[in-house]
């Protein structure tokens, strides 16, 4: 069973951003996609340009960067016409490093992966060392 693809999608270049500091802590990641809304595309564009990455087959988890924007809206439409594509969203890099090193067999379990890495990538840096140095 082929890995489920990885697209991320958002404002401007963060999705290509958050592609490459992924490359560099693991290497090139083949099934790793980065779909961009730049100032001057219309959300049709947006939609064009996913439908294309995600028509190159099997399942996906789509990672957007911000609930209700234009880039997580189209993902969300997309995905509601697809039996297998997830989308989350609040993308981070935490996240993304633990999706690209699952052994999570589809889709639906990477999503999984993805909310739980999410989640565990945020912290309170500096309230966790005054609690230490009390």
Known sequence: MTAPQVVLVGHGALPSGVRDAVELILGAQS????????????????????????????EAVVLTDVFGGTPHNVAAVVASLRDNVEVLTGMNLPMLVEVLTSRAA?????????????????????????????
Not at 40 to 48: F, I, N, S
């Open 106 to 134: 589809t889709a639906a379990e990477l999503a999984e992966v993805a909310l739980n890495a999410g989640r565990g990538g945020i912290m309170h840096v500096s309230l966790m060392s005054r609690a230490t140095d009390g």
């Open 31 to 58: 099934r790793l996609h980065a779909v961009e809304l730049p100032p001057e595309m219309a959300p049709e564009g947006l939609r064009d340009e996913l439908v294309r990455v995600l028509d190159g087959g099997g």
